[in-house]
């Protein structure tokens, strides 16, 4: 535990930054058509070295297209609506809600090549709970868009804050980045772990601690 908690160095409150103050970018341009998209996929098959018109190509844009819609489908989604439905009959509970272990996929802004890990996101609520599967919907919601983990980390933390004003909210992303394993620099196996800490795991580095060995208690 000691190794795991030096590893991460766990922050004191006066380190931890102050993202969930910073508007929330959620910058959506006007849209190509579905003509035009097909016609870029095109576009980068023939400067992949390809032949778009071969038979094993020809559908090819549309499928991109269509798979798009999916894997970036998060800027449809209203992260905070998400999280509308809070649950109060809960005899009173109020201490810590961690749903750890959620899979996620996303693609880096770099270089939109995949990012693919786990999160683990805890609460203290203050006045209810919300559906545990809201939370796994919330981490999607940003996942499926182009992300740095770092901002995606920012953004999740950001949300559950804002909308359920809990008196704590912790996460944890852990990931690979493609982009470092199959270009560029070609390290396979490299695990990136980012944390932001709101609330009372802001202000506690204790909190801090209990958060991070329950994500990684696995008794
Ligand atoms: N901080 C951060 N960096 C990321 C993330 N995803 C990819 N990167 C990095 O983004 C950087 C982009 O660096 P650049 O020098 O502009 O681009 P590049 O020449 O393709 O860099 P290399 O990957 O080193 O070949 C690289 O170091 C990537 O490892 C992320 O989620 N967070
Ligand atoms: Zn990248």
């Known amino acids: 535990m000691d190794a795991v908690l030096k590893s991460l160095s766990v922050r004191a409150p006066e380190a931890a930054d102050k993202r969930s103050d ?18 870029a996929v095109r576009t980068l098959l023939r400067w992949a070295g390809d032949d778009p018109e071969r038979e094993g190509l020809l559908e090819t844009p549309q499928r991109v297209v269509k798979a798009y819609e999916q894997i970036f ?7 905070d609506a998400i999280l509308d439905r809070v649950f109060e009959e ?3 509970y109020s201490d810590i809600v961690l749903v750890r272990d959620i899979a996620f996929h996303s693609h880096c802004e770099h270089h939109m090549v ?15 709970v919300v559906g545990l599967s809201k939370l796994a919907r ?12 770092e901002t995606m980390t920012a953004q999740i933390a950001d949300t559950i804050d804002s909308v359920l004003h809990p008196r ?18 070609q390290k396979s196996g490299v695990s990136t772990i980012t944390t932001q800490f709101t609330g009372v795991f802001k202000q506690d580095p204790n909190e801090q601690v209990r958060f991070l060995t329950l994500v990684r208690d696995r008794r």
């Open 73 to 79: 489908g998060g800027y449809r989604q209203d992260a």
């Open 168 to 185: 704590g909210v912790a996460v944890m992303v852990e990931a690979e980045h493609l982009c470092m394993a199959m270009r560029g620099v």
């Open 22 to 39: 910073a508007p929330r970018p959620e910058r959506v341009t006007e849209r190509p058509t579905r003509q035009e998209a097909e016609a």
């Open 114 to 128: 995949p990012f693919m890990g786990r999160a683990h996101i805890a609460y203290y609520p203050r006045r209810g």
């Open 138 to 149: 919330v981490v999607d919601a940003f996942a499926r868009r182009l992300q740095t983990q």
């Open 90 to 92: 809960v005899e009173g």
